[in-house]
């Protein structure tokens, strides 16, 4: 698929049902765009393992499926053990890749919106976001959404601080939720 051509993404919530697509998805990825997600080099093997895995630990995964199949995926990711089941606590971390070929189209955009979204229905007051010095798409993007980006060393790191929820924001995440999982059976 060309760079910059308009996507129609649908973004929603992860599933147990999901769990193949997730595994196809890292997979899929190349060396380097598996590089920057996981900031450092990482097999087949290691990479199915982490598939395996992140659709069971604490915290919320999204994807960005364009003409039905996972092109790209975010995780949500409390940074300290979550003090309720729904809650993830004040501060949690963002991470996520889009597929060589999607991006640059807003497919990155949306994901991180839904990411943010999440978060700060969940409890989160900070959004952390990692990176490589070298990714500089996730660096604009950082900055795009307001995050406050600074280097360390060779890696760049920030956050994005998150308003409190509302009535009216809280129910749209809801109906949200309940419209993702449907999605999610149907797909299934």
Not at 111 to 129: C, E, K, S, W
Not at 156 to 183: I, K, M, N, Q, Y
């Amino acid at each position: 698929m060309p760079e910059s051509q308009p996507l129609h993404p649908i973004i929603r919530r992860l599933w147990p049902t999901d769990a193949a697509a997730v595994e196809a998805y890292f997979l899929r990825l190349d060396p380097e765009t598996r590089a920057s997600r996981f900031m450092g080099t990482l097999g087949d093997a290691a990479a199915l393992a982490y598939a395996r895995q992140a659709l069971k630990v604490e915290g919320v995964v999204f994807g960005g499926f364009v003409d039905g199949t996972l092109r790209a995926l975010g995780e949500l990711r409390p940074t300290h053990m979550p003090p309720a089941p729904y809650i993830l606590g004040p501060e949690a971390e963002a991470a996520f890749a889009v597929e060589r070929g999607y991006r640059r189209n807003g497919l990155g955009q949306a994901l991180f919106a839904r990411i943010a979204g999440a978060a700060r229905h969940r409890g989160v007051r900070d959004l952390r976001v990692r990176c490589l010095s070298r990714n500089r798409p996730m660096q604009g993007l950082a900055a795009r959404v307001g995050a406050d980006l600074r280097m360390v060393g060779g890696e760049a790191e920030g956050a994005l601080h998150l308003p409190r929820p509302t009535p009216v924001s809280l129910w749209r995440e809801s109906v949200a939720e309940a419209f993702d999982f449907t999605l999610a059976l149907t797909a299934a």
